[in-house]
Each structure stands twice: as C-alpha cells, then as structure tokens.
C-alpha cells in the first residue's frame, strides 16, 4: 500500500483523534490568550488589582495552565488520542514507536491546524483586547537582545528537556503514570513564572506558529520548531539508552489502561492503532 493510501485510510478509521488534538490545542491557545488578556490588558479589574505585582500575576497564569493543562489530559478526548497537543511530543512518541507514521502525520496537522483556528478565533473576536501590546496575541518571541534567538533556543531546549524527561520517567512509572498530567501542568507553571522572559516560554511549535500568524510577526519562528524537537527526540535517544529499549505502555499523557470516562478497551493500546491487517 503507498503512504497516501495509508494516509486516507488512517484519516477514514482514526479522524476523531485527530480532531481531538485539534480540539485541544485549540482549547490551550484559547485559554492561554484569555487569562493573558485578564492578567496584562490595563483595562482588566484583576491586572488593576496587581499593578505592580508582576509575579502575582505570573503565578496565577501559571495556576490557570496547570488546570488547562489536567482539563485536556484527562477529558475523555483527551484519553482518546494521547493528549498530546504538541507537534514535538508527538514526534518524541513516534521515534519511541508508540504512534505510526500516518498518525504522526496527521497528528501534526491537526495540531497546526487547531492553534492557527484559535488563533485567528482570538483575534477575531477580542481584536484589540487581544492585539494590545500588553497582551501582543500571546506571542512566543526571542528577548530583544543581540543574541536573542540563541538565548531563546538555548531556554527553549532546556525547558524542551526537561519536560520530556520528566513525562516519559512518569509514564514509565507504575506509580506515577496516572499523575502524568499534573506533573506536566506543575512544571509548566513554573516555567511560566521562571522562563518566560528568555524565549516567552512555548515548548510547542504549532502553539507558536498559530499565535505568530494571528500578529503576523515571525521573529525567531525557526527557534521553536527546531529546538523543542530536537531538545525532545534526544530525551527518547538517552530513555531508550538507559532503559535498554524498554517500551512504555503506551502513549496517553493520562497513564495507560482504560478509565471510567476512557473510550479505549484493554485489548487497545492508544494511540498506536492496529493497521489494516489487524497487526
């Protein structure tokens, strides 16, 4: 079978993952610009409240993502196709073998597809509430410096790092793996409070891409389609090293087996799907 005949038959059999990734990022960029606008636009009550207390304000934004974040990991949609929400993630879980490649492919397309749909939502919308520099789309940019974007690569591998590292140990942990979605939402409220001045802290190529096509500003938009990418294919080079190849369950930021709230059966491990041929 050629690889666009594998396509369309994934596309035919699995589209409801797809469309959930869609769903969830869009849902990540709708939130992530709205408690922005709450937080930063001057007209806001609660950034009235904080005028001056930067870090308040970032705490809460980060508060906010963590429970952004649990929302989409454990939604039923969001067992359903993993959860992954980012193009790099997908691509770490697809070098691991736990997504095939015509998933992979249309994982990322929808992925795109959701964050430049938010994004222009956003801006269609809210349009200067959303526009206001204070605000500026939630854009992912390199600090204004010289050495800007090889400071915001350098973050934005580290962050990159970092993040992977800790989702596959926990998906491989017995006892952490059901945890797997808050221990992600924690660490990216502390990168919302510690990192986002160097690189505005993205980690997700396709959440930067949707936001930097609403502003339509591309400053440094290579930086986040390589580094988070690179940053998590090395982790799944040094995991498969010190496990010595052993495989994760699966592939669902939730933790693996079924739920109550969970579409899959215990036979099914999502989101490697059996192919035509039942293999």
């Known amino acids: 079978m050629s690889f666009s005949a594998r396509m369309l038959a994934a596309l035919r059999r699995h589209w409801p993952y797809y469309l959930a990734e869609a769903a969830g990022i869009a849902f990540f960029v709708v939130c992530a610009g709205s408690l922005t606008m709450l937080l930063e636009h001057p007209a806001s009550p609660v950034r009235q409240a904080l005028q001056t207390n930067d870090l308040a304000r970032h705490m809460l934004l980060g508060a906010g993502m963590v429970l952004v974040i649990v929302c989409i990991v454990y939604s039923p949609w969001g067992k359903r196709s993993g959860a992954h929400i980012n193009p790099a993630v997908t691509l770490a879980f697809w070098h691991l073998g736990k997504v095939r490649t015509p998933d992979a492919v249309w994982y990322v397309l929808g992925q795109v597809a959701g964050a430049i749909g938010a994004g222009q939502l956003m801006k269609f919308v809210f349009g200067e509430l959303y526009a206001h520099p204070t605000v500026n789309y939630t854009v992912t940019q390199p600090v204004g410096l010289p050495r800007g974007e090889a400071l915001a690569f350098g973050a934005e591998f580290i962050i990159s790092f970092i993040m992977m590292g800790v989702l596959l140990f926990a998906l491989h942990s017995k006892r952490l793996k059901n945890l797997t979605g808050w221990l992600i ?58 496990y010595h190849g052993e495989a994760l369950d699966c592939a669902v930021l939730a933790g693996c087996g079924p739920g109550i709230s969970s579409p899959h059966t215990p036979e099914e491990e999502p989101p490697v799907y059996p192919d035509e041929n039942g293999e």
């Not at 993205?202 to 580094?227: C, K, M």
Request: zero cysteines; charged letters at 10%.
């Open 185 to 242: 939402g924690a660490l990216l409220a502390v990168y919302i409070v510690v990192e986002t001045p160097y690189s505005g802290m993205s980690l997700n190529p396709a959440r930067t891409l949707g936001t930097a096509l609403a502003a339509d500003s591309y400053r440094g938009l290579w930086v986040y389609w390589v580094a988070p990418p690179l940053a998590m294919w090395l982790v799944t080079v040094l995991f498969r090293r010190f």
